[in-house]
């Protein structure tokens, strides 16, 4: 069974930075995808960047450029680092894990973004940019 832990989040001022990680356990597949969503009050669930298990990337707009996603498959951890957070930033950020049967399609792992179509996520941690 696959189960998926963050640890990272706080509060920051505008501008600063915050290391999200997640740690996944029980993940046997060769290849998958692997996400960091995240969800402001009173909003929907967004897809903020995706990699899959050839390492192939995809963000969201508003994150493009300051935020990292990364694996490290011998730590099985799911790493976001986020530089000069702004206020629209602040949410739940959770982790989420899907396996696949054949190598990673990119059409796919674009779609992740929008559809949240995992079939494992984590309990979530918070991020709060504030002044």
């Known amino acids: 069974q696959v189960h998926l832990v963050e640890s990272g989040g706080g509060s920051v001022e505008p501008g600063g930075s915050l290391r999200l990680s997640c740690a996944v356990s029980g993940l046997t597949s060769r290849y998958y995808y692997m996400a960091w969503y995240r969800q402001a009050p009173g909003k929907e669930r967004e897809g903020v960047a995706v990699?899959?298990?050839?390492?192939?990337?995809n963000y969201a707009d508003s994150v493009n450029g300051r935020f990292t996603i990364s694996q490290d498959k011998a730590e099985n951890t799911l790493t976001l680092q986020m530089n000069n957070l702004k206020p629209e930033d602040t949410g739940m950020y959770y982790c989420a894990v899907d396996s696949s049967s054949t190598w990673p399609d990119p059409l796919r792992r674009y779609s992740l973004l929008g559809n949240a179509d995992f079939a494992h996520w984590g309990q979530g941690t918070q991020v709060t940019v504030s002044s």
């Open positions: 990699i899959d298990s050839g390492g192939s990337t």
